[in-house]
């Protein structure tokens, strides 16, 4: 995959057949989008293109309350989209002179006079430009004009899926990763860097990593303990994360995470980790001393350990 940071970069693409979107999260219902591309493209012996926009446009759009969390940081975005065999991906720069371009400027200007788009691939109920003024009927009134075809991804084809970030969003902030997983058809991941916390696990039994992510727009679930897999350098791990205050201890306004990896008793301080979200196993929970802490933290290995099928005693 080809990746064009700003429309300006391009480099020659072979009869583009285009569609536009933030893609966040690249689940089924755009994984179905660039299945349809990458088939149109190949109709015509051409490349399928994605053009996508950073910052994310309600960002820039409303500056003091966009209340944006992603599910996908840039990097994510274009790992997941290489898996699906996207050709070329255009990054836009979304600012506001770019939000205030016409319908009719948005297809003179970037899909005609930039790309040269052969087809444009499009949703039933997407809409772009200035006002939000194109649509698919917009599209078609102009297609013979500028001599691209329109192709519709019909109302019945996405709604057969019924799947939406928005809605990927509300279950991972309700805790419920299992559908999350369903919908992006992977679990859900968050990478961040393994910093230094107030060792209490350690003291219990259980050291923990605590996990600084890299984004402050990244979607964190709801608080709770979650079964998760852990990559470390490539390797792939098991263990139980707790998100959330530490209401035993000593409640703060701030979420931690903390991950305590089975069987792993190497230093990773300022190490990069990614964290892949299995299962929700409880609530997060004020207990009423810390044995009793211990005593929970203890019985979350065990059903983490049965959920992932591994040995209950430790090696």
């Known amino acids: 995959m080809r990746i064009f940071e700003g429309i300006e970069s391009l480099g020659e693409i072979k009869n583009p057949v285009v569609t536009i979107g933030t893609f966040d999260g690249v689940h089924l219902g755009h994984q179905k989008i660039i299945e349809q591309l990458n088939f149109e493209a190949e109709k015509i012996g051409g490349e399928s293109v994605l053009l996508t926009f950073d910052p994310h446009p309600r960002i820039v759009l409303f500056?003091?309350?966009?209340n944006v969390k992603?599910?996908?940081?840039?990097?994510?975005?274009?790992?997941?989209?290489?898996k699906f065999n996207l050709k070329n991906l255009v990054l836009i720069p979304f600012t506001k002179e770019f939000s205030e371009l016409t319908?009719?400027?948005?297809?003179?200007?970037?899909?005609?006079?930039?790309?040269?788009?052969?087809?444009f691939v499009i949703g039933y109920d997407h809409q772009f430009g200035r006002n939000r003024e194109g649509n698919i009927q917009f599209l078609k009134s102009v297609s013979e004009k500028y001599g691209f075809e329109v192709i519709e991804i019909s109302a019945k084809s996405i709604d057969e899926i019924n799947i939406s970030s928005t809605k990927i969003r509300n279950s991972l902030l309700q805790g419920d990763v299992e559908t999350a997983k369903l919908f992006l058809s992977r679990p859900y991941e968050i990478s961040g860097t393994v910093i230094r916390g107030n060792q209490l696990g350690r003291t219990l039994g259980f050291p923990t990593a605590n996990v600084q992510?890299?984004?402050?727009l990244t979607l964190i679930p709801a608080n709770g303990v979650y079964a998760i897999r852990v990559k470390i350098d490539e390797k792939m791990?098991?263990?139980?994360?707790?998100?959330?205050?530490?209401?035993?201890?000593?409640?703060?306004?701030?979420?931690?995470l903390e991950v305590f990896i089975f069987d792993f008793n190497s230093e990773i301080y300022g190490a990069r980790i990614t964290l892949f979200f299995e299962k929700q196993i409880?609530?997060?929970?004020?207990?009423?001393?810390?044995?009793?802490?211990?005593?929970?933290?203890?019985?979350?290995?065990?059903?983490?350990?049965?959920?992932?099928n591994l040995p209950l005693v430790k090696p």
């Open 70 to 82: 992603l599910i996908q940081t840039l990097d994510e975005k274009f790992q997941v989209l290489e």
């Open 237 to 256: 791990n098991y263990g139980v994360m707790n998100i959330g205050t530490k209401p035993t201890v000593k409640k703060t306004e701030e979420k931690s």
């Open 103 to 119: 319908a009719t400027e948005f297809v003179e200007k970037i899909l005609i006079g930039n790309l040269k788009a052969k087809k």
């Open 282 to 308: 409880r609530n997060e929970q004020k207990f009423a001393n810390l044995e009793d802490l211990k005593m929970a933290i203890s019985n979350d290995e065990i059903v983490c350990r049965q959920y992932f």
């Open 213 to 216: 992510v890299d984004s402050d």
């Open 63 to 66: 500056p003091e309350n966009h």
